[in-house]
């Protein structure tokens, strides 16, 4: 089982191309930290794809 306290939506959006170091520069960048076990939702620019990351 996966554990998430918290989701996190962002306003910004992530080239969906990006790897999951550049994903994680930009989790910090938008949101100030990435904490354990909060997932973190993109979108792409058109909103037509979503890439989700979880930290911890």
Same mark, same amino acid.
Do not use: E
């Given at each position: 089982? /996966?554990? /998430?306290?918290? $989701?996190?939506?962002?306003?910004?959006?992530?080239?969906?191309?990006?790897?999951?170091?550049?994903?994680?520069? @930009?989790?910090?960048?938008?949101?100030?930290?990435? !904490?354990? !076990? !909060? $997932?973190?939702?993109? $979108?792409n620019? @058109?909103?037509?794809?979503?890439?989700?990351?979880?930290?911890?």
């Open positions: 089982m /996966i554990r /998430i306290d918290a $989701a996190w939506l962002a306003t910004a959006p992530l080239d969906m191309r990006a790897d999951t170091d550049t994903a994680l520069a @930009r989790v910090v960048t938008v949101f100030g930290a990435a !904490h354990p !076990h !909060h $997932a973190y939702l993109f $979108a620019k @058109r909103a037509l794809r979503t890439y989700q990351s979880k930290v911890g």
